[in-house]
T-cell receptor, first 114, second 116 residues
Framework: GAGVSQTPSNKVTEKGKYVELRCDPI?????LYWYRQSLGQGPEFLIY????????DSGLPNDRFFAVRPEGSVSTLKIQRTERGDSAVYLC????????????FGQGTRLTVV | AQKVTQAQTEISVVEKEDVTLDCVYE???????LFWYKQPPSGELVFLIR??????QNEISGRYSWNFQKSTSSFNFTITASQVVDSAVYFC?????????????FGTGTRLQVTL
């Protein structure tokens, strides 16, 4: 597609439920990133994929969070046993290569855990 | 550690005024990139500029200009003759290579409100 696409745009879930957030990057971009943005804050790094592999998942807050990119394109961020503190906007970005090239962001998924 | 500081939380100006958004960064790396992104109310982060650590030339793009000074670790952004459409949150970010990943570290953003 023309830009990074994220679905759903909004997700409301009950505490304890499992959610999946999807990211479709720009075609041909090998690098894919997930960030989380809380209200009034800048985005915070969660995980980075180069191709199919997670090159760096040091930003994932705990083992309830997991992400995959099985074919090197679409990525899914999975959150188990959601907590109210997980409420935030989850942003996906992709870039042509890794270091130094600009990352293009999607519009994000606003996750609300009630 | 990598850090980006945007000390100005919110700025309000009247249309046609010039405004400068400050950005100060910290890094031990000698090779890094600096970015500015705009986040309008729609939420999508829009790329504005990238500057690498070896290029201290200032840049002008239309009403936008950027001043990069390694001596003060600053990468400030000026909007000349501001317009209402410039109203948004602006983020400064630092990209560094950990060897296995390229991460962006963002500041907390500056909310710019331009009124008529």
């Amino acid at each position: 597609g023309a830009g990074v696409s994220q679905t759903p745009s909004n997700k409301v879930t009950e505490k304890g439920k499992y959610v999946e957030l999807r990211c479709d990057p720009i075609s041909g971009h090998t690098a894919l990133y997930w960030y989380r943005q809380s209200l009034g804050q800048g985005p915070e790094f969660l995980i980075y994929f180069q191709g199919t592999g997670a090159a760096d998942d040091s930003g994932l807050p705990n083992d309830r969070f997991f992400a995959v990119r099985p074919e090197g394109s679409v990525s899914t961020l999975k959150i188990q046993r959601t907590e109210r503190g997980d409420s935030a906007v989850y942003l996906c970005a992709s870039s042509l290569t890794a270091f130094g090239t600009e990352a293009f962001f999607g519009q994000g998924t606003r996750l609300t855990v009630v | 550690a990598q850090k980006v500081t945007q000390a100005q939380t919110e700025i309000s100006v009247v249309e046609k005024e010039d405004v400068t958004l400050d950005c100060v960064y910290e890094t031990r790396d000698t090779t890094y990139y600096l970015f500015w992104y705009k986040q309008p109310p729609s939420g999508e982060l829009v790329f504005l500029i990238r500057r690498n650590s070896f290029d201290e030339q200032n840049e002008i793009s239309g009403r936008y200009s950027w001043n990069f000074q390694k001596s003060t670790s600053s990468f400030n952004f000026t909007i000349t003759a501001s317009q209402v459409v410039d109203s948004a949150v602006y983020f400064c970010a630092l990209s560094f290579n950990t060897g296995t990943a390229s991460k962006l570290t963002f500041g907390t953003g500056t909310r710019l409100q331009v009124t008529l």
